[in-house]
């Protein structure tokens, strides 16, 4: 009896003394946490139709693509060319600019046409702003594209029609 209290003195002692570190475990978690530190931010805010959402702005080698991975909204050269996921039942937006005009797609349907400049520098104090003035064909209602540089020649905000019968969408750095 006495040899059984010891040996069960023993194993409580050795159980309860024991810790278990895991330098595997330890490096591992400081991965994830790194990780997480590093991941892009939504540091763009779309403003359209009542609706504002955080985007991821993609950096690609002729476009930036604006996304939120519901939505998609593809600038190139001075214009938004392509919008997916916006409309309330996900049309397919396309925007196709031939010589003076801006043609309207749903979806592969054109539904409207609209004249305008070309974007045009405006002056302005401490941005580079420039300006492209559309008119609507069927309408005759005008409106204004415009992209607008910081000092450092960084796109830093955009206001584009996507849509003939809807406002125009506002993107801007957070």
């Not at 993609?58 to 938004?80: A, P, R, S």
């Not at 539904?111 to 309408?139: A, G, P, R, W």
Request: charged residues 25%; proline residues 2%; aromatic residues 12%.
């Amino acid at each position: 009896m006495v040899a059984r209290v010891i040996f069960l003195f023993i194993m409580n002692f050795l159980l309860l003394s024991c810790t278990v570190t895991s330098t595997q475990f330890d490096y591992l978690k400081s991965l994830v946490r790194s990780e997480n530190e590093n991941t892009p931010k939504k540091n763009w805010r779309m403003k359209w139709s009542r609706n504002e959402v955080d985007l991821f702005a993609v950096n690609l080698k002729d476009q930036i693509i604006f996304t939120d991975n519901n939505i998609f909204i593809y600038f190139m050269n001075d214009h938004i060319y392509k919008v997916e996921g916006i409309l309330p039942n996900k049309s397919l937006i396309e925007i196709v600019g031939i010589n003076d005009s801006l043609i309207y797609k749903v979806d592969g349907l054109a539904i409207s046409q609209h004249k305008c400049t070309k974007m045009y520098e405006v002056e302005s104090n401490d941005l580079k702003k420039f300006h492209q003035l559309c008119v609507d064909n069927q309408s005759k209602e005008d409106y204004k594209n415009q992209i607008h540089i910081d000092s450092n020649n960084m796109i830093n905000k955009l206001y584009f029609k996507i849509h003939p019968y809807y406002p125009i969408l506002e993107l801007g750095i957070k």
